[in-house]
Nanobody
Framework: QVQVVESGGDLVHPGGSLRLSCAAS????????MGWYRQAPGKQRDLVAR???????NYADSVKGRFTISRDNAKNMVYPQMNSLKPEDTAVYLC???????????WGQGTQVTVSS
């Protein structure tokens, strides 16, 4: 069992930066990957970035070069650093854990990111 809790959502201006946080607890040593998804109103939930236990990272094309996902193993935290934010980045951002490579089985409640002038 794994629990994940996100934080850090905010209102930012276009071109601004924001760092979200995801705290993982429980059976963290069996987490295969941690990921960040986002969902805008009326749209599907899309993967933004993920980081595997070995350190490999993947990004959606829409955020490549602007977002960086990292982790702090000592604190059991995962962070997406989001730079050069655009209005189209506005969404609820959700952290998810892939437990034992079984899929995204554990989700947080989400944190709102709004990019607007």
């Amino acid at each position: 069992q794994v629990q994940v809790v996100e934080s850090g959502g905010d209102l930012v201006h276009p071109g601004g930066s924001l760092r979200l946080s995801c705290a993982a607890s429980g059976s963290i040593f069996e987490i295969y990957a941690m990921g960040w998804y986002r969902q805008a109103p009326g749209k599907q939930r899309d993967l933004v970035a993920r980081i595997f236990s070995g350190g490999t990272t993947n990004y959606a094309d829409s955020v490549k070069g602007r977002f960086t996902i990292s982790r702090d193993n000592a604190k059991n935290m995962v962070y997406p650093q989001m730079n050069s934010l655009k209005p189209e980045d506005t969404a609820v951002y959700l952290c998810a854990a892939d437990y034992r490579a079984g899929g995204w089985n554990y989700w947080g409640q989400g944190t709102q990111v709004t990019v607007s002038s």
